[in-house]
């Protein structure tokens, strides 16, 4: 039996041919749209199919960290009531890899508070911290005296202070505050 013809390529989706790439096919997101980089040389039926799949790769992606997203506000909820009892709930809390300069983002006047995904892959005690940090925003919007006292409430918040400006001299970046 014939494989089935593949779906027509949505029109949400842009695809970047290269010469230079030879095997690999990747894709990310990009806003709404959707970015496929594939070689040159595949043929309609190959770029469609490899379209399908990386579709589907992504969208598991995006699956896996919805479920990542609803522990992280479980745990913002838990930190919340452990340290800041005053602050108000956050309506959402999520990661985002769009933060290059920041490890973390309040928006106080909606509730939402934003973690860079660079920050999954380092120690929970850090994480604490950078969402100890903004949701210590709910409260105080500037970094002023009486916010600093609300997040110092965290016990390893000099150590993780630490452990980030590390992370930061050693990749040689110039990040914001959080």
């Not at 985002?96 to 929970?124: E, F, H, K, Y």
Request: hydrophobic residues 35%; contains cysteine.
């Amino acid at each position: 039996m014939a494989d089935s013809p593949p779906r027509p390529i949505p029109p949400y989706v842009d695809i970047r041919r290269s010469k230079r790439r030879k095997r690999t096919v990747s894709a990310y997101r990009d806003g709404e749209r959707v970015v496929v980089l594939m070689p040159d040389r595949l043929s309609a039926a190959e770029e469609a199919r490899w379209v399908e799949t990386m579709l589907q790769r992504l969208e598991k992606q995006r699956s896996r960290s919805r479920v990542s997203d609803e522990k992280l506000l479980a745990r913002a909820h838990e930190l919340a009531c452990r340290h800041l009892p005053e602050v108000p709930e956050p309506a959402s809390v999520r990661w985002v890899s769009n933060q290059n300069r920041r490890w973390g983002s309040c928006t106080p006047a909606d509730r939402s508070i934003r973690l860079s995904t660079r920050l999954q892959s380092m120690p929970s005690w850090v994480v604490d911290y950078v969402l100890v940090h903004e949701l210590a925003h709910l409260v105080e919007p500037s970094h002023n005296a009486a916010f600093w006292k609300l997040v110092h409430r965290y016990p390893k918040a000099e150590r993780a202070e630490g452990y980030l400006e590390g992370v930061s001299a050693a990749a040689n970046l110039t990040l914001d505050d959080f």
